[in-house]
């Protein structure tokens, strides 16, 4: 079977594409909570259809037993620079931010989120995200949150490396 080949309107998210592991592992920090630690698996892919693809899943550093995890798509406004990413998680909340695409850096803001009716709180209310690929070819991803108790703070860092293209 031939690859698929991507479309031209995500061409300047390729950058994001392959299977990519956390190294080191990510911190996670937040005023409510004691810092952690966390191993995580990015994989970022297309199917020939005008968006990507994405897949989280965190692991515990130690015992490796499955932590945070989310699937969603990540679509590219054509002509534009104004991206979507579409998220649902394991926490029972789906969110769509919406941003744009500078180059290798991806910025993005919730738009809404929603949540299942039985989700403990304090509840996030918003969330920022910021991929880069930084000068070692390595992807960054950064994340902030706010939640009914606490302002917006930096609550996730992490770097990967790229295993698979």
């Known amino acids: 079977m031939e690859p698929l080949q991507m479309s031209p309107v995500v061409e300047p998210l390729s950058w994001m594409l392959g299977t990519w592991l956390s190294d080191p592992p990510g911190a996670g920090t937040f005023p409510t909570l004691q ?24 692991f515990h550093p130690d015992t490796r037993k499955p932590m945070h995890r989310e699937c969603g798509f990540i679509r590219l406004k054509p002509d534009s620079n104004k991206v979507a990413f579409v998220s649902a998680q394991n926490t029972g909340i789906v969110e769509v931010e919406e941003g744009e695409v500078n180059g290798q850096e991806l910025c993005i803001a919730s738009h809404s989120i929603s949540r299942i009716s039985f989700a403990k709180g304090p509840h ?42």
């Open 35 to 58: 810092p952690f630690q966390y191993l995580e698996e990015a994989h970022i892919s297309h199917v020939g259809q005008p968006m990507l693809n994405f897949s989280f899943n965190s």
């Open 124 to 165: 996030v209310e918003q969330i920022t995200r910021k991929f880069r690929l930084n000068s070692e070819g390595k992807l960054e991803q950064t994340v902030s949150m706010a939640t009914t108790t606490q302002p917006m703070s930096q609550h996730l860092h992490v770097t990967y490396r790229k295993v698979t293209p």
